[in-house]
């Protein structure tokens, strides 16, 4: 079964600092998609960046990256020059798309920002 | 341009009393879902549908009923409350095949069951 595991329950980070989120995934699979989605408050939940695994480019949204290892089944975000409005929950997720489409998701990382 | 809509946002329940809680969304996506988000546990898919008329189970589907019969439409059902079903609740939806689209979340049901 698939499974994705997020190993840092909470983070904290400096203003304006870089912080790494990490996630790893397990799956039998060769053809799949990884999301990291972040949950403020509000508990809206926010698409920050999405990387399907048939691509060798990692993905990146204005600060946001990723580190996208597919042989080591490793999934990070970085966030670069981090701002208070990035304390939030973030959440990485794995998906095959396909027939049935389901999102599985990991425990989430607790994202603090220092002033 | 509403997207997903869950309603109500907040509901308080007793032991026993059943309910539904409303999902729809305007996007004609044929996949919808139902999580569930507990402290520590991230989300886990209690029921989803690949379009109308086509349920099936998630990973924690026990207490819940799910049905489909417009491409708008998944509400979810709760039969017998119980505290364990207190919870955060979310719906979301995609295009069925391939979620290059992403996925579209709703705002979410806290639910708190006494």
């Known amino acids: 079964a698939q499974t994705v595991t997020q190993s840092q329950p909470e983070m904290s980070v400096q203003e304006a600092e870089t912080v790494t989120l990490s996630c790893t995934y397990d799956?039998?699979?060769?053809?799949?998609?990884l999301f990291w989605y972040k949950q403020p408050p509000s508990r809206q939940m926010i698409l920050v960046i999405r990387?399907?695994?048939?691509?060798?480019q990692n993905a990146t949204e204005n600060r946001f990256s990723v580190n996208f290892q597919k042989a080591a089944k490793s999934f990070s975000l970085k966030i670069s020059d981090s701002q208070l409005g990035d304390a939030a929950m973030y959440f990485c997720?794995?998906?095959?798309?396909?027939?049935?489409?389901?999102?599985?998701f990991g425990t989430g990382t607790l994202l603090a920002v220092q002033p | 341009n509403a997207g997903v809509t869950q309603t109500p946002k907040f509901q308080v329940l007793k032991t026993g009393q059943s309910m539904t809680l409303q999902c729809a969304q305007d996007?004609?996506?044929?996949?919808m879902s139902w999580y569930r988000q507990d402290p520590g546990m991230g989300l886990r898919l209690i029921h989803y549908?690949?379009?109308?008329?086509?349920?099936d189970q998630g990973e924690v589907p026990n207490g819940y009923n799910v049905s489909r019969s417009t491409t708008e439409d998944f509400p979810l059902r709760l039969l017998s409350a119980a505290p364990s079903q207190t919870s955060v609740y979310f719906c979301a939806s995609s295009y069925r095949g391939g979620p290059s689209g992403g996925y579209t979340f709703g705002s979410g049901t806290r639910l708190t069951v006494v």
């Open positions: 997720a794995y998906t095959t798309g396909g027939a049935t489409n389901k999102l599985i």
């Open positions: 549908s690949v379009g109308a008329g086509i349920t």
């Open positions: 799956t039998s699979e060769s053809d799949y998609y």
């Open positions: 996007m004609n996506h044929e996949y």
């Open positions: 990387q399907e695994a048939y691509k060798q």
